[in-house]
């Protein structure tokens, strides 16, 4: 069963980093393909960015050379580099394996990330 735990959020102010961090239960990353995902205030979830089980990467447009998305399977932990922060950025940030969010599942609590001004 998926288990993950998103931690590292907190409020920066615009043009400031962020690092956060899902960690899970077992060695999922190692067979899963993992994604970020956020979700601002008023409006639906949506894809951040994404790493394969062979190490390549995709990133939303709007996040593109701003964000990185990295996994580390020694320490069972997908992490996302936040770099240049707009306060459109704030939201609740969400790490699940694309298979599980792609059927709706297993959403945790998130960490939330607020840019300020």
């Known amino acids: 069963q998926v288990q993950l735990v998103e931690s590292g959020g907190g409020l920066v102010q615009a043009g400031g980093s962020l690092r956060l961090s899902c960690a899970a239960s077992?060695?999922?990353?190692?067979?899963?393909?993992v994604g970020w995902y956020r979700q601002a205030p008023g409006k639906q979830r949506e894809f951040i960015a994404a790493?394969?089980?062979?190490?390549?990467?995709n990133y939303a447009g709007s996040v593109k050379g701003r964000f990185t998305i990295s996994r580390d399977n020694a320490k069972i932990t997908v992490y996302l580099q936040m770099n240049s922060l707009k306060t459109e950025d704030t939201g609740v940030y969400y790490c699940?394996?694309?298979?599980?969010?792609?059927?709706?599942?297993?959403w945790g609590q998130g960490t939330q990330v607020t840019v300020s001004s």
């Open positions: 790493i394969t089980t062979d190490g390549s990467t």
């Open positions: 699940n394996t694309l298979l599980a969010a792609s059927r709706g599942n297993y």
């Open positions: 077992g060695n999922i990353f190692t067979f899963n393909a």
